[in-house]
Nanobody, 126 residues
Framework: EAQLVESGGGLVQAGGSLRLSCAASGFTLDDYAVGWFRQAPGKEREGVSCINSRYGSTYYADSVKGRFTIPKDNAKNTVYLQMNSLKPEDTAVYYC???????????????????WGQGTQVTVSS
């Protein structure tokens, strides 16, 4: 079964770091755009970062620029979200998604998306 599996969430103090993983199984990410999204309680889901696997181009929400990066490990068929200098407002459930083809920014993601992960909770305490 083709799927995305996330891991790496948890509780961290403000200023700390976490690395989320999004591992694909049953398909290769080589021709997919992969994105990280988050949803805080009472808020809509928002795009955080995405990467085009074909070209390596990356995009970030203004709220995370300079703090988050989205590296990809082709050998492990995995995309990461490295989160540094975490803030309480980063608290949310984080989801990864994969869509075949190329995107040109976070606003370029629209349903239907090919794959979604199950989500992982990130909690940043002040």
């Amino acid at each position: 079964e083709a799927q995305l599996v996330e891991s790496g969430g948890g509780l961290v103090q403000a200023g700390g770091s976490l690395r989320l993983s999004c591992a694909a199984s049953g398909f290769t990410l080589d021709d997919y755009a992969v994105g990280w999204f988050r949803q805080a309680p009472g808020k809509e889901r928002e795009g955080v970062s995405c990467i085009n696997s074909r070209y390596g181009s990356t995009y970030y929400a203004d709220s995370v620029k300079g703090r988050f990066t989205i590296p990809k490990d082709n050998a492990k068929n995995t995309v990461y979200l490295q989160m540094n200098s975490l803030k309480p407002e980063d608290t949310a459930v984080y989801y990864c998604a994969a869509d075949w083809g190329v995107v040109y920014g976070l606003s370029d993601w629209s349903p239907p998306v090919d794959y979604w992960g199950q989500g992982t909770q990130v909690t940043v305490s002040s």
